[in-house]
């Protein structure tokens, strides 16, 4: 696999663990929340951090590459 790909997913990981490390309380309530939520609103949510990421990896590919 690339190690652009396990680069990224490096970066991911790390952002992810901010939330839970810095602010677990509102991390958790923050989770709490999304779990109320109508699963067609995080199905919009989720498509949209996809296209983001999509997009975002496009122009950094082109720019870069």
Known sequence: ???T???ALALVLVLEGLGPM???RAWR???ATMS???DN???RFGGGLVV???VIYYMLRKTIG
């Open 1 to 3: 696999m690339n190690a």
């Open 5 to 7: 790909i396990w680069l």
């Open 22 to 24: 810095l602010y677990p």
């Open 29 to 31: 309530r923050m989770i």
């Open 36 to 38: 109320t939520l109508p």
């Open 41 to 43: 609103i995080l199905r």
């Open 52 to 54: 983001a990421g999509i």
